[in-house]
């Protein structure tokens, strides 16, 4: 698990640590932030996507796809999280990669 350090001013780590009173730290309040910020990247319909959304836009979601392996479906076979795009070698998303074979056809069969 990679291990990530920040830095933070006194001022913020005390009203953080009004959060992790009596028995956590600081540290446990950012991991627990860290935890719901993943959350809501991958559980679209949760509450913690909104407030993802609300914190830093909606752009990133352009490099997101449905996460359709059957061991993240829901039991009904409905598809509930996204993952991250996958890239192929060229660092285009793969679902891109699949489409321009199918421009350049048009392109062909219009002549030009």
């Known amino acids: 698990m990679p ?12 009203r953080l640590a009004v959060l992790a ?3 956590g730290t ?4 950012l991991a627990l932030l860290a935890d719901h910020a993943q959350q809501g990247v991958y559980r679209f319909g949760s509450w913690e996507h909104r407030w993802v959304c609300q914190v830093f836009g909606d752009e990133w979601l352009e490099r997101m796809e449905p996460d359709d392996r ?7 076979g409905r598809i509930i999280f996204q993952r991250p795009r996958r890239l192929w070698a060229s660092g285009e998303p793969a679902e891109r990669q699949r489409r321009q074979p199918d421009r350049e056809q048009r392109r062909a069969a ?3």
């Open 21 to 23: 009173a009596p028995a």
């Open 70 to 76: 059957p061991e993240m479906l829901s039991a009904d």
């Open 26 to 29: 600081v540290a446990d309040v």
């Open 3 to 14: 291990e990530i350090t920040i830095t933070v001013t006194d001022e913020v780590a005390a």
């Open 110 to 112: 219009k002549g030009t």
